[in-house]
């Protein structure tokens, strides 16, 4: 590999955009599904923004420079050419429809999971809670993943707030109100932490 390459690759990284760091934090150590990213990587004759070599996919993040660029497409085409698949993000959309961006990540990284039911098929709304519900730790994660097989359905429109309040709690808050080592705080966050352990 050329060394220039390396050490700008290495500049890059010591310098990313406020888009950028955003979006390695959710990648970096395996956070997003267990998925191996790689930051300011060289392949070939480029240095893409970020990469999983796993799944053969480019995550590219651009300002207001890249809008039309031939340069892009020349690029695009080579690594296309080679395997990857491209998704490229404004700033802006990183910045500030995060989940949205993450979703779309990771819908590219996973196979497209299989319906509940009849009543689920096509729900968009379900295919975004079982996006939400990928935890990082492995427990939790099987714990929501039974819930939503087996319980969601059925809940009622309060019900489905407060579980939705329950899953922006991060993953250790989470799982210690699930398994009980912590309380939880209000009367309707027990009941929904009650019918999750039901399941």
Not at 63 to 72: K, L, N, V
Not at 79 to 106: M, P, Y
Not at 133 to 143: A, M, N, P, Q, S
Request: some cysteine; glycine content about 8%.
């Amino acid at each position: 590999m050329n060394l220039s390459r390396q050490l700008f690759a290495k500049q890059l990284r010591r310098n990313m955009t406020e888009a950028e760091t955003l979006l390695w934090y959710h990648l970096r150590g395996h956070r997003l599904h267990g998925v191996k990213f790689k930051r300011q990587q060289p392949i070939g004759n480029y240095i893409v923004d970020f990469v999983s070599f796993e799944k053969k996919l480019v995550i590219e993040v651009d300002g207001g420079q890249h809008a039309e660029s031939e340069s892009d497409k020349q690029r695009d085409d080579c690594l296309q050419g080679q395997g990857f698949q491209i998704l490229r993000f404004w700033n802006n959309e990183v910045l500030g429809e995060t989940e949205s961006v993450l979703e779309s990540i990771l819908l590219a990284v996973t196979p497209s999971p299989q319906p509940l039911s009849h009543e689920g098929r096509g729900s968009i709304e379900l295919a975004r809670l079982r996006w939400r519900c990928r935890r990082g730790l492995l427990e939790l994660d099987i714990v929501l993943g039974r819930f939503i097989e087996q319980g969601y359905t059925s809940l009622d429109g309060a019900q489905k707030v407060e579980f939705d309040v329950l899953l922006d709690l991060p993953d250790t808050v989470l799982w210690d109100r699930i398994g009980g080592k912590a309380p939880a705080e209000y009367e309707a966050q027990k009941k929904m932490l009650e019918l999750i352990n039901a399941a």
